[in-house]
């Protein structure tokens, strides 16, 4: 038997970024390496795009189905961007952690915030490029932004910045694979928590054991000091 029984409740994480830190491919990799994470997947009413997968990139609903979940009070978070809501299903992310498992969500830092306040146990992990010039060269890789757009996500990427003292770790994306080795110990650092102790057990024999020692220690010393 166990001296400590440790809840069977999974972690709920969060794993945040600014433009271009390559959160993305960080997580694929943690899901590629650890069988118990699970990446969960999002609502939107956005319309499905070429690439998309149905309920695996997103769960694509109409518009008005979505306000329809939004007043039945089925998202953790959700948002209006660019004319399209996005949100994260509660129910969902609720029994995958009832099973033990480990819950990433790829959301942006005001979505962060709001499950935050709603499940005050969640990890949340800011992933960061190693410079903003490494960020400025990798959009330039993409070839697909203007320069306008690339301003916008500059400024975008330093409002996010300064919202890094509200995360509780933030971890410098310079080689994939030792981002992901510092999310990896991140994460058997957080099941070790006191507070994911569900119950301390000895048995009777183990206080058995315990009191017999005691007693002659006790005894000894005793005699030491006649």
Do not use: W
């Not at 709920?12 to 491919?25: M, N, P």
């Not at 390496?33 to 956005?46: A, G, I, M, P, Q």
């Not at 949340?124 to 203007?146: C, D, H, N, Q, Y």
């Amino acid at each position: 038997m166990n001296l400590i029984k440790q809840k069977k409740r999974g972690s709920l994480i969060i794993i945040s970024g600014t433009t271009c830190a390559g959160k993305g491919t960080v997580i694929k990799e943690l899901l590629k390496k650890n069988e118990n994470l699970v990446l969960s997947t999002s609502y939107t009413s956005r319309s499905i795009r070429k690439g998309d997968i149905e309920d695996v990139t997103y769960y694509f609903v109409s518009r008005e189905k979505f306000e329809e979940k939004i007043k039945n009070d089925e998202f953790l978070e959700y948002a209006l961007v660019h004319g399209n809501y996005y949100g994260t299903p509660k129910k969902e992310i609720e029994n995958l952690l009832s099973d033990g498992k480990d819950v990433i969500l790829e959301i942006e830092v005001q979505g962060a915030k709001i499950v935050k306040e709603k499940l005050p146990e969640t990890v949340l992990i800011f992933v960061l490029a190693p410079s903003m010039e490494e960020v400025k060269k990798r959009i330039i890789a993409r070839g697909s932004e203007t320069k306008e757009q690339i301003i916008t996500r500059f400024k975008t990427a330093y409002q996010e910045i300064n919202e890094i003292p509200k995360y509780n770790y933030v971890v410098i994306n310079d080689i994939v694979s030792s981002a992901v080795k510092k999310i990896e110990s991140i994460l058997i650092s957080e099941k070790c928590r006191v507070d994911r102790i569900e119950e301390i057990s000895v048995e009777n024999k183990e206080e058995f054991m315990h009191e017999l020692l005691m007693e002659k220690s006790f005894d000894n010393s005793y005699k030491e000091i006649k």
